[in-house]
Each structure stands twice: as C-alpha cells, then as structure tokens.
C-alpha cells in the first residue's frame, strides 16, 4: 500500500513549482508521481503523419519524485506526512501524522 495513490491531491515542497497543488495523475515504480499542473515543460514534437502526430511546441508533465510532495490535509490547509493505521475491523488505512484523522474512508 502506497502512501500518495492515483488521484490524490498533493501539494509540492520544492523546486520551482513550490507551494502548488495538483491531483495525481499516476504514480511510476521509480518512486515518481506525475502531477496535474506541475513541473510543466515544453517538448518540441516533430510532425508524424504516419501516427497523426501534429508538429510543434506542447506542454506536457514530467515527474516528480514522490519525497518532493505531500499529501495536502483540507483541514489544516497544508501539506501532511502520513502513516498507517488498522481498523478494529481489520482494515489498514492511511491516517494523517498531525491528527490522526482517517486520509480515505
């Protein structure tokens, strides 16, 4: 079980992008996240018209690593650490570090 999920809304730490929140798009098995809005780059396309490719100048996402961003708490505002928690039920939930309170019901 992983600490920041696909879809979760986060808030960066550092870099040039620092203090903006953004959802999750997708979380990479190189401990990376990409993050709707941040780290944004322009890449130069060549025209493909084989693929339907158009050429020019896009913007798109690049990674983030997962240790620069933090899950963001609504109650407090801010960015929050987080952990782990077992239910009387059996069921293992994130909590968030600075209140406890249950982060996905």
């Known amino acids: 079980m992983s600490k920041i999920r696909k879809g979760d809304e986060v808030i960066l730490n550092t870099g040039k992008d620092k203090g903006k929140r953004g959802t999750v798009l997708r979380v990479l098995p190189t401990g990376q996240v990409l993050v709707e809005g941040i780290n944004v780059v322009k890449k130069h396309a060549k025209p493909n018209p ?6 020019g100048i896009i913007s798109k996402e690049m990674p983030v690593d997962i ?10 505002q801010k960015g929050d650490r987080v952990g782990f928690k077992t ?3 059996g069921r293992k939930v994130r909590v968030f570090k600075s209140s406890g309170e249950v982060v996905d019901a």
């Open 50 to 55: 084989m693929r339907g490719i158009a050429g």
């Open 67 to 76: 240790s620069n961003v933090a899950l963001f708490n609504r109650a407090t």
């Open 87 to 89: 239910l009387d039920d």
